[in-house]
Protein backbone atom coordinates (compact mmCIF):
# COMPACT_ATOMS: atom_id res chain seq x y z
CA UNK A 1 0.00 0.00 0.00
CA UNK A 2 3.07 2.32 -0.62
CA UNK A 3 1.65 3.01 -3.98
CA UNK A 4 2.02 6.99 -5.27
CA UNK A 5 -0.97 9.12 -4.52
CA UNK A 6 -3.38 8.91 -7.53
CA UNK A 7 -1.63 6.05 -9.28
CA UNK A 8 -3.37 3.10 -11.03
CA UNK A 9 -2.76 -0.71 -11.31
CA UNK A 10 -3.70 -2.47 -14.85
CA UNK A 11 -4.36 -6.43 -15.50
CA UNK A 12 -3.64 -6.29 -18.92
CA UNK A 13 -5.86 -9.93 -19.70
CA UNK A 14 -7.81 -9.43 -16.52
CA UNK A 15 -9.68 -12.68 -17.39
CA UNK A 16 -12.47 -12.79 -14.67
CA UNK A 17 -11.33 -10.26 -12.82
CA UNK A 18 -9.64 -12.84 -10.53
CA UNK A 19 -6.86 -10.71 -10.01
CA UNK A 20 -8.87 -7.19 -10.18
CA UNK A 21 -11.00 -7.81 -7.50
CA UNK A 22 -9.05 -8.88 -5.03
CA UNK A 23 -7.07 -5.90 -5.51
CA UNK A 24 -10.04 -3.76 -5.65
CA UNK A 25 -10.88 -5.10 -2.39
CA UNK A 26 -7.56 -4.14 -0.55
CA UNK A 27 -7.31 -0.81 -2.30
CA UNK A 28 -10.77 -0.06 -0.39
CA UNK A 29 -9.98 -1.73 2.79
CA UNK A 30 -6.95 0.48 2.86
CA UNK A 31 -8.77 3.39 1.91
CA UNK A 32 -6.67 3.90 -1.58
CA UNK A 33 -9.68 5.64 -2.87
CA UNK A 34 -6.90 7.43 -5.12
CA UNK A 35 -5.74 4.58 -6.73
CA UNK A 36 -7.63 2.61 -9.82
CA UNK A 37 -7.83 -0.92 -10.80
CA UNK A 38 -7.64 -1.06 -14.81
CA UNK A 39 -9.16 -4.07 -16.18
CA UNK A 40 -7.89 -4.94 -20.04
CA UNK A 41 -10.00 -7.80 -21.42
CA UNK A 42 -10.89 -8.48 -25.24
CA UNK A 43 -13.80 -10.96 -24.33
CA UNK A 44 -16.96 -8.93 -24.00
CA UNK A 45 -18.77 -11.85 -21.91
CA UNK A 46 -15.70 -11.42 -19.07
CA UNK A 47 -15.79 -7.59 -19.06
CA UNK A 48 -19.69 -8.38 -18.19
CA UNK A 49 -18.40 -10.49 -15.96
CA UNK A 50 -16.25 -8.59 -13.93
CA UNK A 51 -18.60 -5.41 -14.16
CA UNK A 52 -20.91 -7.62 -12.29
CA UNK A 53 -18.90 -8.90 -9.59
CA UNK A 54 -17.50 -4.78 -8.97
CA UNK A 55 -21.17 -4.01 -8.50
CA UNK A 56 -21.94 -7.23 -5.99
CA UNK A 57 -18.96 -5.84 -4.05
CA UNK A 58 -19.62 -2.25 -4.48
CA UNK A 59 -16.05 -1.26 -6.22
CA UNK A 60 -15.77 1.99 -7.52
CA UNK A 61 -12.13 1.56 -7.84
CA UNK A 62 -12.46 -0.34 -11.00
CA UNK A 63 -12.51 0.41 -14.58
CA UNK A 64 -13.15 -2.13 -17.64
CA UNK A 65 -11.93 -1.71 -21.50
CA UNK A 66 -12.97 -4.15 -23.52
CA UNK A 67 -10.34 -4.17 -25.93
CA UNK A 68 -7.52 -6.61 -26.78
CA UNK A 69 -3.84 -5.50 -26.71
CA UNK A 70 -1.43 -6.92 -29.32
CA UNK A 71 1.95 -6.20 -30.91
CA UNK A 72 0.41 -6.30 -34.23
CA UNK A 73 -2.35 -3.82 -35.74
CA UNK A 74 -4.76 -6.10 -36.83
CA UNK A 75 -8.68 -6.77 -36.28
CA UNK A 76 -9.39 -10.55 -34.77
CA UNK A 77 -12.93 -11.98 -34.64
CA UNK A 78 -14.12 -14.79 -31.61
CA UNK A 79 -15.59 -17.75 -33.31
CA UNK A 80 -19.08 -18.83 -31.18
CA UNK A 81 -19.01 -21.97 -29.35
CA UNK A 82 -20.53 -24.82 -31.26
CA UNK A 83 -24.12 -25.24 -28.71
CA UNK A 84 -22.34 -28.89 -27.50
CA UNK A 85 -19.72 -27.12 -25.56
CA UNK A 86 -22.06 -24.13 -24.30
Request: glycine share 4%; charged share 20%.
Amino acid sequence: MTLKKNSCIIDAGAHIGDGVIPIAHALKFYNRNDIIVIAIEPSKNKCIFIENLCKLNNLKNVKIINFGLSDKNETLYQVPLPWWQK
